[in-house]
């Protein structure tokens, strides 16, 4: 085959993918797949609360055809009443402590929240918003006094509030608020305002779920000014409500009209005029005001104040990559299954259509993203476990800073994957049912346009990998905090490249690809086309030689007297590609570490051909840089394409078993005409 | 710098897209855009039809918020109403013959189609639907009788139809519809009759816009059967509502309810039980059926016949393709526009936030689409132009019939890549402008869920580009018609490989790469990376391969003694690439001989920096393809990339013109917190 390849590039004149070229090709028979206890293996430690979501979905069912007909605001008090319910049976305050009505288990919260993704996506936001950054925030950012006044309350849903970061004007760069939270030292009070300013409406809340509606509490960001000093961004609890629903002085609210999805949460823009608070508003775990007005804070740098506040929040991202990973299997669930009712042309027979799922094209479309699901959904179990241990240690705890940025980082990183997964993988599935995939009832409409925001909301994706890549080059170090973008960059240029080399992670790098791969530089000589540290060996080169390049030209742009702004433009792109290339070696590693951990099994068998074909697809779509890096022929390319075709026509006859392993509700399915009855 | 690039391969730690290398760059000033004269450029001979729908949709521009606040019934009427009074301008009714009403210019109504898809898309199918679909059907299909018959109230909209092809088990495969139509001699009338098969409901027509409210007419596919003979399937007018709205007897009419877009659209399923229409009600330009029931058709190979009458309507597909292209320019322009006013982060002042659009990861995400928009605009010229000219001869016009089969190749291919352009583009531009991009008002919403359908309506994209591959391979043989997949299989197989070649375009397009380049193999070292007949040699390059190599496995997987249908299954993703590669060929060249023909001026500048824009960066797309076969060499590679970043920051200047110039009119740009007022 190697031979075959090889004349090709010589005479130009054999096909690239000559995989019927006679070899003796004589596939293991296909994996007995045992579907519940693959279930069981995805749902992992938290199968009890998985199930809990699944029986709760299975109740509400009819809220997917609600979202249709129901006019909006019926729609949105429907999803609010439905929160409410499923809160009663303690599926949604899991990650409270107990000693206000919570379930003390960060984890399963998590969990709960994931499986939640099975179903109508309004719901799981208005969760999100009431729960995770709402509550969160009073969990994390306040102190006894808040807990004891709000978190029962809030547990149950009788008290609903909202999340007032974001301003129209100010999205990723939260640090550039208008909103100001003045002292009066007089009164006791802070008096949360709304700047008008020249651009007109640039410091308005806006996009604020739970805004337009419901919420009687908001937890306002805002900049805090006392004794004619400005101290950053701090987070305030402000009454928006009053017990009936009217709002009250001084508070105006718009709804934010239609969206694309997600019409059963309300969002809104708030503006505040001269709103006073009392002083104890201020969630005030990391800094405080005195009466007279004097601030403090055991945290010295403003910067690093603010990212340790915001760190606090993680959760909520690592719940929308969780969010984001299941909603692309329900997706998929539905179009293997339609892949294996629906015939479209003679083909093999004569006499009847081919299933859709025997076309070659089809499994390249529709294989390689099942395979990347099951390497995301380990990937977030990875880092929703770490969530947990670092969480469940208090937001004070032991956790050393590096853990907890790394955790950030990560969290970063697989909401970015996993939520731009689930556009592509939910877009692929939508055309690979055709017109039945743009009727409402076959869920892909609401699954689109629900999901669609996933990538720019939480942190916009590629505002979370340059974050991810700010981790990398200053290996989370003391200022890494302090410093914004061009702080980086003069950071990065400050150091010898070696030594950016030397003090981040990409030495251990290259260490670990000498563990695996001891042969040196002939890896695809000596390396078998499946053999994992082969797999692994790639993406570790690629992230190592990509962050180095990084620093280099960051450095090689300040040393040569530019702007570092005009220098981080241009290099940009590098830095995105690093960092993704960084999540997609963790990804990697979070499969080939489940696998390594499992006993010889059936089971064990099917995922690894997952793991394979999910870790050829990665590099076969990256094969360019490989080859402009010297880590792959030309031969060796090509035979990786052949073998992302044979790993896809190995996965077809376990195709339905894996994607209904994924337990997703039958019911939450719907799509009479794609899956049957 | 290719010495520097040239010492990374060695190395392997120098970073990819050094660009910072301090190179003597002095780029030229930006040119002066002339907007106006631009547009006048873009809009081509049609100016006038152009405006004229430009100030009809400015009339009309409120539809963009009914189709957010008007109940679907109510919404579906207005559309109705507004579909009509456009129909009053003249706008819809211009391909059909002056004699009944309309403009007789078939190019006109294309261009008009395409200006419509600036605004509101339920308008613009249910345009289609009308005009395009049924009344295309009547016009090409049917003879004097149809045309005096219906055409007159057709065109005024005073007669609806509806277009009932599509079955909810036959799409792709229209030839397998389970319609049926029998000739009943003793009454003179034709039998419509929807059968009960075994799978449920597979032969119902499904997803039949204009079909749930709105149509009096259907022209229904059906297989003909006379004198107890199949002779395939032809089209029949068969009236389904009286003049009061109510469904005749023997019609069962169901709603398809929510869709994921176009919910203007009343796309409903029609079922026929023994409905009787007179034997007159056949459409009968290519075949007839006597009073006694003798079947008569100048084409007597029933593939040939049905893909003849297939043929006529290929104006579907020219109009899909051009609302694609247009659709995407709406979204640029709103992105576009958005990136100078929207700030984030400081960076190259301390003082002010950076704007968006001088983000160099901005730049890459939507400077190579506009560009690619540009291509696709004048690729869509050509095939519109085709269109005109092959059917302003006539149905029967005088053409050949390799002259229609290459128009109808071109046709369905620039509709696969311009509709899969817009679902990308708008994706892009939705994610480009964050939050607020989510907001309904802010448009992307209707353009994401609206041209979604784009690309598997009207044929599935897939599906048509095996239909390229096909015309390609056999070189739109006499033949050609009669095949389908297997038989295409075992035609390419019977010949030798050199004979296909040789008999196809493939060997045309090597003689076109030495007249072009006639330095031989050494491409990239003799031709500048700016130079066009490069790009054109590269794309011809891939063609040229990617073909032969299909015809070579084709024969091979037959020669191996495997079933047609599994080697065409194995190879199916090469046959798609291939004519992907075909398309994206004539993309270029439409693009390359428009320029050819400008004068210079610096509107020509512009455009020639779109132009290698776009051909650098199909090249850079497929770069691994490239250097897989021989192409490219490591050192061009990367110097590709670092050129497509390059025409990116000398795009910006003038990217705001670049959009201004497609003349979406204000009004439905919407956005008003994106682009200002």
């Not at 104890?280 to 506040?309: C, H, K, W």
Request: aromatic share 6%; charged share 25%.
């Amino acid at each position: 085959m190697a031979t075959d390849a090889a004349s090709d590039i010589e005479t130009h004149t054999v096909p690239p993918d000559a995989d019927e070229t006679p070899i003796a090709e004589a596939p293991p028979p296909p994996p007995d797949v045992d579907v519940a206890e693959l279930t069981a293996l995805l749902d992992g430690r938290y199968a009890e609360v998985r199930d809990l979501v699944r029986r709760n979905l299975t109740t509400y069912a009819s809220i997917l055809e609600e979202a249709e007909t129901l006019p909006r605001d019926e729609y949105r008090d429907k999803v609010r009443d439905l929160v409410l319910e499923m809160a009663a049976t303690g599926q949604t305050g899991m990650g409270f402590p107990t000693e206000h009505g919570g379930g003390g288990d960060i984890g399963a919260s998590v969990a709960a929240f994931e499986t939640l993704a099975y179903g109508d996506l309004s719901v799981l936001v208005k969760t999100g918003v009431q729960f995770g950054l709402f509550g969160g925030a009073i969990l994390q950012l306040g102190t006894r006094r808040h807990h004891d006044a709000y978190l029962r309350d809030l547990v149950t849903g009788k008290l609903l509030g909202c999340f007032a970061m974001t301003e129209t004007g100010h999205g990723s760069n939260v640090q550039a608020l208008g909103t100001v939270a003045t002292y009066d030292a007089g009164a006791g009070e802070f008096v949360i305002t709304t700047p008008v300013d020249e651009l007109g409406e640039e410091s308005r809340k806006d996009y604020i779920g739970n805004a337009a509606r419901h919420a009687r509490l908001a937890v306002v960001f805002a900049q805090l000014d006392t004794q004619g000093e400005r101290h950053g961004v701090h987070a305030f609890v402000v009454p928006i409500r009053d017990e009936s629903g009217a709002v009250l002085p001084g508070v105006r609210v718009e709804d934010d009209g239609l969206k694309l999805g997600l019409n059963g949460v309300d969002n809104g823009r708030l503006w505040f005029d001269g709103v006073r608070v009392p002083r104890e508003a201020l969630l005030n775990q990391f800094a405080d005001v005195a009466e007279d007005g004097t601030y403090s804070s055991d945290i010295e740098n403003p910067n690093r104040r603010f990212f340790t506040m915001l760190g606090t929040l993680v959760q909520g991202r690592v719940c929308v990559g969780g969010a984001g990973i299941n909603a692309a299997k329900v997706a998929l669930a539905i179009a293997v299954r339609y892949g294996v009712r629906r015939r479209q042309f003679e083909a093999v027979s004569e006499d009847e259509e081919q299933l859709l799922l025997d076309y070659g094209m089809h499994q390249r479309r529709l294989f390689p993203l099942l395979a990347r699901t099951y390497a995301l959904h380990f990937a977030q179990e990875v880092v929703a476990a770490r969530l947990h241990e670092v969480f469940s240690r208090g937001p004070t705890g032991d956790v050393d800073e590096k853990g907890r940025r790394e955790l950030e980082s990560r969290a970063a990183g697989t909401k970015a994957l996993g939520t731009w997964h689930a556009t592509r993988t939910i877009q692929e599935c939508r055309e690979a049912c055709g017109g039945a995939g743009y009727l409402a009832v076959n869920r892909f409409a609401a699954l689109k346009a629900d999901t669609d925001v996933f990538t720019t909301f939480e942190g916009d994706n590629h505002v979370l990998l340059q974050l991810v890549a700010k981790g990398l080059l200053t290996d989370y170090a003391g200022e890494f905090e302090e410093m914004d973008q061009l702080g980086m960059v003069r950071f990065v240029a400050g150091m010898a490249v070696d030594t950016v080399v030397e003090r981040t992670s990409v030495h251990k790098l290259l260490e670990r690809i000498k563990d695996v791969l001891p042969g040196g530089e002939k890896w695809d000589d000596e390396a078998g086309i499946l053999d994992t540290n082969y797999h692994l060996a790639m993406l570790r080169f690629r992230e190592e030689h990509q962050l180095a390049g990084v620093a280099r030209r960051l450095k090689r742009g300040i040393d040569a007297g530019r702007h570092p702004g005009e220098v981080f433009s241009r290099v940009q792109d590098h830095v995105i590609a690093a960092a993704r290339s960084h999540v997609e070696r963790l990804v990697l590693e979070a499969f080939v570490d489940k696998l390594a951990a499992l006993p010889e099994s059936e089971n064990r068998r099917a995922l690894s051909l997952l793991c394979d074909l999910h870790a050829l697809s990665v590099i076969e779509a990256d094969r360019a840089w490989f080859m402009e890096h010297g880590r792959l022929t030309v031969v060796r390319s090509k035979a990786i394409s052949r073998e992302v075709n044979r790993l896809c026509r190995r996965v077809r006859p376990i195709a339905v078993e894996l994607v209904d392993a994924f337990g997703v509700p039958p019911s939450m399915l719907r799509s009479p005409d794609l899956v049957g009855s």
